[in-house]
């Protein structure tokens, strides 16, 4: 079993749509929570940073950890065709410190 | 956040030659990375390179197949030895500010071995 288990896709949807895109993960010790954003070619590009669990906004985006179901999510409303991407999961014990362990990659098409 | 520049962008080898990558940071930073991106896959850490003294690897991982140096903290190479096609992937450099900042990434290597 992986760590972390991310769901590939791919997940097409229509402009405007609101994406709910999840991990779950098997280590209780996890701390702090990344989603990173992947376009063809390109590195990711962190999107969200959070620590233990709750909700964070920013902009069209949304994280939300529950440690309790060793869950997270990342929303993302009224989507774009520019949002078009690959979204990672990541996280570490503590901090940046320590190594990121990252799920598959949900791929995500935004039609006009 | 940190500029981070990897060199070279992408690279076709042949295989049993070395290619050394070089990530560069526009500030200093206490922690690099290196991870590998295997085509489908998702990012796995190679080692963390440490200023001053010897990377640290991951289980799978060993120097003489991935030596890193790392002279300063702005600067470190990752170099692949004796490369063969299961060696094609994204090499990744990542940069920490802090102890509980998130990690930075370039935009990688890409390299193919023929």
């Known amino acids: 079993q992986k760590e972390v288990e991310q769901d590939p896709g791919p997940l097409s949807v229509p402009e405007g749509a609101i994406v709910s895109l999840n991990c779950t993960y098997s280590n209780s010790a996890f701390q702090y929570f990344m989603w990173y954003r992947q376009y063809s070619r390109k590195g990711p590009e962190l999107l969200m940073y959070t620590y233990s669990s709750g909700n964070k906004e920013d902009g069209r985006f949304t994280a939300q950890v529950d440690k309790s179901s060793k869950y997270i999510s990342l929303f993302i409303r009224d989507s774009q065709p520019s949002d078009s991407a690959t979204y990672l999961c990541?996280?570490?014990?503590?901090?940046?410190?320590?190594?990121?362990?990252f799920g598959a990659g949900t791929r995500l098409a935004v039609h006009p | 956040s940190a500029v981070i520049s990897q060199k070279p962008s992408r690279d076709i080898c042949q295989r049993g030659t070395s290619l050394t990558i070089q990530c560069q940071v526009d500030s200093q930073v206490t922690m690099m990375f290196w991870y590998r991106q295997q085509p489908g896959q998702s990012l796995t850490l190679i080692a963390t390179a440490n200023q001053g003294s010897e990377a640290t690897y991951e289980s799978g991982f060993v120097i003489d197949k991935f030596p890193i140096s790392r002279p300063n903290l702005t600067f470190s190479t990752l170099t692949v030895s004796n490369m063969s096609p299961e060696d094609s992937s994204i090499y990744l450099c990542?940069?920490?500010?802090?102890?509980?900042?998130?990690?930075?990434f370039g935009d990688g290597t890409r390299l193919s071995i023929l």
């Open positions: 990542s940069v920490a500010e802090g102890k509980n900042q998130p990690q930075h």
């Open positions: 990541a996280m570490t014990l503590s901090g940046g410190y320590n190594k990121l362990i």
